[in-house]
Structure formats: structure tokens, C-alpha cells
Nanobody, 120 residues
Framework: QKQLVESGGGLGQPGGSLRLSCAAS????????VGWFRQVPGKEREIISC????????IYVDSVKGRFTISRDKANNAVLLQMNSLIPGDTAVYLCAADLLSCRGRYDVWGQGTQVTVAS
């Protein structure tokens, strides 16, 4: 059974850093495109970053570009999201999802999410 589990969320300080992990079990995450999404109550879920399965090309939305970095942790069958220069607007539930085809795919495997709260 394919599963994704996010970890690393919690309380972060403005200007601080957090690192999220999306760990896979039951399949090889290395060949999948993996997206990080965030969800705020009352707003639509948005994709903020993705790493392609075919060539590890990375994509970021403007709001996180230059602050967040997505990467693969192949030893642990995981994808990481390094979040630097945190701002209160980054507060959300962060979810990862995997798609076998591309970052523009349907994402058929989802994690449960991890809460990130940015506050002083």
C-alpha cells in the first residue's frame, strides 16, 4: 500500500526555519513527481513547490521562491521542504502528494498533512 507521511511541522519564528519531510512507504518515491501543498481554512489548497520525477527539475510559486527549497532524500525515500525566512503568511497545513507522471498530474497519493504555525 502506497503511503506518504509528513513530519517536521510545528511552531516557527518569523525569520526562522523549519524543514518538512515527506516519507514514502510501499513505493519508490524517487521516480515520482512530488508536490508540496498548503491549506489554510477558508482558502483553496495551493501547490507551492514540486520536484519532477523525470529529471528532478524544481518548481516554486512566487510567494515561496528564494525562501523554500525542495529536494530529495533518497536514502530515506523522502522529499524534503526546507523553509527559511518564515513569515506569518506561511501558517498552514502542509501536505505532500505524489504523481507518477509529472508535477501537473492528478496526484493519486496524498499524505495527511502537518501543521506549520509561524508566530512570535
Amino acid at each position: 500500500q502506497k503511503q506518504l507521511v509528513e513530519s517536521g511541522g510545528g511552531l516557527g519564528q518569523p525569520g526562522g526555519s523549519l524543514r518538512l519531510s515527506c516519507a514514502a512507504s510501499g513505493f519508490n518515491l524517487d521516480i515520482y513527481s512530488v508536490g508540496w501543498f498548503r491549506q489554510v481554512p477558508g482558502k483553496e489548497r495551493e501547490i507551492i513547490s514540486c520536484i519532477e520525477g523525470s529529471d528532478d527539475r524544481t518548481i516554486y510559486v512566487d510567494s515561496v521562491k528564494g525562501r523554500f527549497t525542495i529536494s530529495r532524500d533518497k536514502a530515506n525515500n523522502a522529499v524534503l521542504l526546507q523553509m527559511n525566512s518564515l513569515i506569518p503568511g506561511d501558517t498552514a497545513v502542509y501536505l505532500c502528494a505524489a504523481d507518477l507522471l509529472s508535477c501537473r498530474g492528478r496526484y493519486d497519493v496524498w499524505g495527511q498533512g502537518t501543521q506549520v504555525t509561524v508566530a512570535s
